[in-house]
């Protein structure tokens, strides 16, 4: 028998609250590493609540811990204060994303940066400061998506970002290698999160008429994959983009 043991590692997840983010937390939590669980409030105290609440239900000394993806010296501050607390740094998963859908005709410059500053500067900010934190042989896995090779419309800003996330893992594999630690990213295609929920149901109905399997994702599907490329068993891939998306594209 098979199974995927992450015991002793620390894996630290961005957006790692709720969604996929959750998800991917339960997962690696499962798999038995210790999930620091990003967040970033922004006055309410609702998010630092969520992040907490998902950090003490995985367990394995899981905890939430603040941090702004745009924001450089806020990921520096975020990831001293988790090397400061555990061991090691050993998976990074970039999973922070927002949308801002609209045409292009109708889109506002605040609309497209930011979406560009959190979906795609954040994964370079986060891999910048990770980077010389990670041991040697630790795993990045970047979250793409399958709007940035289909391209919907009204995401210009979204799948643009996305896109972006692809090249820079290719990047990013090749200048890690030396040091054994794999780049990867996850492209999903519609899964039935808060983000997923914003579809307007006409286009949601649609997209299910593209996708072979006949049914959107379930969060824990994608987090599947995001575990798999985490664990010693993909110890030979980088640099990959991994579809999960029900066989709409290949």
């Known amino acids: 028998m098979i199974s995927i043991d992450l015991s002793g590692k620390t894996a630290v997840v961005t957006g790692g609250g709720q969604g996929l983010g959750k998800a991917t937390s339960t997962r690696l939590a499962e798999a038995g590493a210790c999930v620091a669980v990003n ?25 939430a811990i603040e941090g702004d993806v745009r924001d450089r010296n806020s990921l520096a501050r975020m990831f001293d204060a988790i090397q400061g607390r555990c061991e090691s740094i050993d998976i990074v998963v970039n999973n922070a994303a927002i949308i801002r859908d609209r045409s292009l005709k109708k889109m506002a410059d605040e609309e497209w940066h ?96 593209q996708i072979p399997l006949g049914r959107f994702a379930e969060t824990t599907e994608i987090a599947d994959a995001i575990l798999f490329l985490c664990s010693p068993l993909a110890t030979y891939i980088t640099g990959q983009t991994i579809h999960v998306n029900g066989g709409w594209i290949g």
């Open 39 to 63: 967040y970033f409030e922004e006055g309410s105290g609702a998010n630092l609540a969520i992040a907490e609440k998902t950090a003490n239900s995985i367990g394995n000394g899981s905890f």
């Open 114 to 209: 930011a979406v560009i500053d959190t979906n795609l500067t954040g994964v370079y900010h986060t891999c910048k400061e990770c980077e010389s934190r990670l041991v040697d042989g630790g795993r990045i896995v970047n979250m793409a998506s399958i709007s940035g090779f289909l391209g919907f419309f009204g995401q210009a800003n979204y799948s643009s970002a996305k896109a972006g996330v692809v090249a820079l893992t290719k990047v990013l594999s090749k200048e890690l290698a030396r040091r054994n630690i794999t780049v990867n990213a996850i492209a999903p295609g519609v899964a039935l999160t808060e983000m997923g929920k914003s579809i307007p149901e006409e286009n949601r109905n649609e997209m299910l008429k």
